[in-house]
């Protein structure tokens, strides 16, 4: 009876250090960053047409869902109607996880640089800047560990400033960004 007591008490003390024995994750990615081009494409309410141009973006994401991003639109490569519109945004944004897809929300304000350029060579081009904020969101997809694509980012701008009745472009950008 007394070895069957100590065995016992062997087999509780052993067992109780060998519970203990999990081990704690030793690091844990706090946040993540991205940082991406794409092509930009702008429909402007100011006339009829689309401006094609260039995006520069990045995220930095605090949390698994909450951040912050970043926009330079450059709308003044292609403009069908001599009409440049550009912006340089920034503000918080929320991500959805579902495996490889990432879809996000996000409220901006900034700046927007409406460029008016005029049909002779001779004369020059005139440009307004205004205060603006963008409604947006759209889905990265993870390609690689460190690539991903940004399937589509489309933003609802609004310059309120911008004459009477302000300005109220569709923005949407198609690219793909590093991750860190």
Sequence with gaps: ?????????????????????????????LAVVQVGAGLNIVRPDYNAGTIFGYSIYGDFDFTPHIGIEGDVHIGNVITPGDVGESSFLLGPRYVFHHGRFHPYAKLLLGVGIF???????????????????????GVDVTVKRRLNVRAFDLEYQRWPGFTANGLTPLAMTVGAAYRF
């Design 1 to 29: 009876m007394l070895r069957q007591f100590l065995a016992s008490l062997i087999f509780a003390l052993t067992a109780s250090v060998a519970l203990h024995a999990q081990a704690i994750p030793a690091a844990e990615r």
């Design 115 to 137: 460029t008016f350029e005029p049909v002779y060579y001779y004369s020059k081009s005139s440009s307004s800047t205004h205060k603006m904020y963008a409604f947006g969101g």
